[in-house]
């Protein structure tokens, strides 16, 4: 039985992954979080209250798992980043799906990328730092990179590839849950790939609701 371990599990998008999975009796699911008293777990799911970068906790969690899907943030997400491969390397544990954001790569195009870069560009080099380890790790992982994310109630969404111009300005988390929770249910699929995810059709000179 898969055994899903799921970092950042009170994050919105992780919401939605668990949502999905919940209840999913071929599926064991472990949710660590900082704070999981936000959270109500699932018949097939614990919670386990932790900080990435404690080693000995996430160590501990990460053992024995088949994916780990990490749902983090912050101006230290490069050192989280990191802290997930040396857990995920000392416990054996290969396959790691990663959500990080567009722009990481300036491979926004046009008025948009002008735009965003301006937005959250300096925010971006943690991010980028991380997906550099990430592909360095030689773990088999997935990189996710979301457009600009919206609650809307869909999932409705087109894929790029790393050196691929990004497509689109917006995405519903619910698309990007969508998105991690096929590839938790089919392991091979995007492995290895640093994806761009966006909503077809939302190409704009920045997102609707800015």
């Known amino acids: 039985m898969p055994d899903i371990l799921i970092l950042g599990a009170s994050g919105q998008i992780a919401r939605h992954v668990i949502a999905m999975l919940?209840?999913?009796p071929?599926?064991?699911?472990?949710?660590?979080a900082r704070n999981p008293k936000k959270l109500t777990a699932p018949a097939n799911a614990e919670l386990v209250q932790g900080d990435v970068l404690d080693g000995a906790k996430l160590k501990s969690a990460v053992a024995g798992k088949d994916i780990v899907y990490a749902n983090l943030t912050g101006e230290d997400l490069d050192d989280q980043a990191r802290a997930v491969i040396a857990a995920m390397k000392e416990t054996g544990v290969r396959r790691l799906v990663f959500v990080l954001s567009l722009g990481i790569y300036d491979e926004v195009p046009g008025k948009f990328g002008n735009w965003n870069n301006a937005m959250i560009g300096e925010d971006l080099k943690p991010f980028r730092r991380a997906a550099d380890a990430i592909e360095a790790s030689g773990l088999d992982y997935t990189i996710i990179r979301p457009a600009w994310l919206m609650d809307e109630d869909e999932v409705d969404y087109h894929l790029t590839e790393r050196n691929e111009p990004f497509q689109g300005t917006v995405v519903s988390r619910k698309s990007v849950a969508g998105l991690i929770t096929a590839i938790v249910r089919s392991p091979q699929l995007h492995r290895n790939g640093n994806l761009g995810v966006?909503?077809?059709g939302t190409d704009a000179d920045k997102p609707y609701f800015m």
Request: hydrophobic residues 30%.
């Open 26 to 32: 071929n599926l064991r699911l472990t949710l660590f």
């Open 198 to 200: 966006s909503k077809p």
């Open 22 to 24: 919940g209840g999913d």
